[in-house]
């Protein structure tokens, strides 16, 4: 075991803003949305967005008005989408995958309300948006690095979504490549994707080429708070690589959310081993890229496994400019069955320096 000294903080109460109930009580039957021991202040960018004026509401009051038709059809309008599907918990099965357009932003929010539950069935994609994607509408003439769309998943429920097969690749529950990507109050669990590849991954959210403004070092940062990946042995992500996040030159906040029981399940590392397909490293987050920062606060993750490395964090900065931060949170029973880096067990790291430690726990 490996802890490391308190630093001295203020701990800022991290209710939530808005008026989303507890998305802990759909049909799934898995824990609620978030790390409950995480204390970490959440910035107002990374919390709630304000969903009081829809654009879209989902459904007219019952459970058989909330269709995949009536949920896809409002992704592709945009705007702010809330759900009247009666008072009780809902599963939309969608029979295809919804997709972002481009101009139809440029703040584009889902919030389920902690009611909804979004399911792909075993067989789709739920959730699409990429800004370099002429079938979704260009907007820029620099679609790998533009402000918009500013997509929010907030209070909401993914499960059984697939990726596998699918160009671009990774994401089963969520691929976003461009703009800005937030996920507030959210849970994933049992989506996946190819079960190997050196570099596929996110069985939960795959994420490239976020907003990178003139002058910026790396991309704004992806937040994640008070969300859950996993959480239950029988409902955890699985994929090549990042059972919950992928990325590639992606900076990422993670605040008091948890991660448990994901699965890297490829085999050849990266690059893949000679003979091998690749993959099986990052059970819970992959990151990959030259200068981009993973930031850890209030965050539990425990029993994810890895193939290869990283059975918790798997973090390569190519040129060593990168950096991971961790901060008030714990890493517990994270093997890494191939490789990881000494004195830092469930976490193999090629950064700018050793992982920025404070107040937390490694063993």
């Known amino acids: 075991m490996r802890a490391w000294p308190a630093i001295a903080f203020l701990v800022v109460g991290c209710g939530t803003s808005g008026d989303g109930d507890d998305p802990g009580t759909d049909p799934t039957g898995g824990p609620a949305a978030g790390n409950p021991n995480g204390t970490c202040e959440v910035p107002a960018e990374a919390d709630l967005e304000d969903v009081a004026r829809p654009t879209t509401v989902v459904g007219t009051g019952t459970p058989e008005s909330c269709t995949s038709d009536a949920f896809v059809d409002a992704v592709a309008r945009g705007g702010v989408i809330t759900f009247a599907c009666g008072p009780d918990p809902v599963k939309i099965t969608l029979d295809r995958t919804a997709k972002v357009f481009n101009d139809t932003g440029p703040r584009i929010v ?108 790396e991309p704004l940062p992806v937040f994640v708070t008070r969300s859950t990946f996993g959480g239950d042995a029988e409902l955890g992500n699985t994929c090549s690589n990042g059972g919950g996040l992928s990325s590639i030159g992606v900076s990422h906040t993670v605040i008091n959310s948890l991660f448990t029981h994901n699965s890297a399940i490829g085999s050849g590392a990266n690059p893949a081993r000679n003979g091998t397909p690749g993959g099986g490293s990052g059970a819970a987050i992959y990151n990959d890229g030259n200068e981009f920062t993973l930031t850890l606060c209030g965050t539990e993750m425990t029993d994810n496994v890895a193939n290869e490395g990283g059975g918790a964090i798997f973090f390569v900065s190519n040129n060593r400019t990168g950096h991971l931060v961790i901060d008030r949170s714990v890493l517990r029973r994270n093997p890494s069955k191939g490789f990881e880096t000494q004195g830092f067990p469930g976490i193999f790291v090629l950064a700018a320096e050793d992982p920025i430690v404070t107040d937390s726990v490694i063993e």
């Open 110 to 217: 889902i919030d389920g309300g902690g009611k909804v539950t979004l399911s792909g069935a075993g067989r789709h994609r739920i959730l699409y948006m990429n800004t370099c994607d002429e079938a979704q509408h260009w907007t820029t003439n620099h679609c790998q690095n533009q402000d918009h769309p500013q997509l929010t998943v907030q209070n909401l429920t993914f499960v059984d979504g697939d990726g596998s097969g699918l160009d671009p690749d990774g994401g089963g529950a969520i691929f976003v490549r461009g703009g800005r990507f937030k996920i507030v109050n959210s849970r994933f669990f049992h989506n996946t994707c190819d079960d190997t590849g050196p570099d596929v991954g996110g069985a939960s959210v795959r994420t490239l080429s976020q907003f990178q403004p003139g002058g910026a070092a």
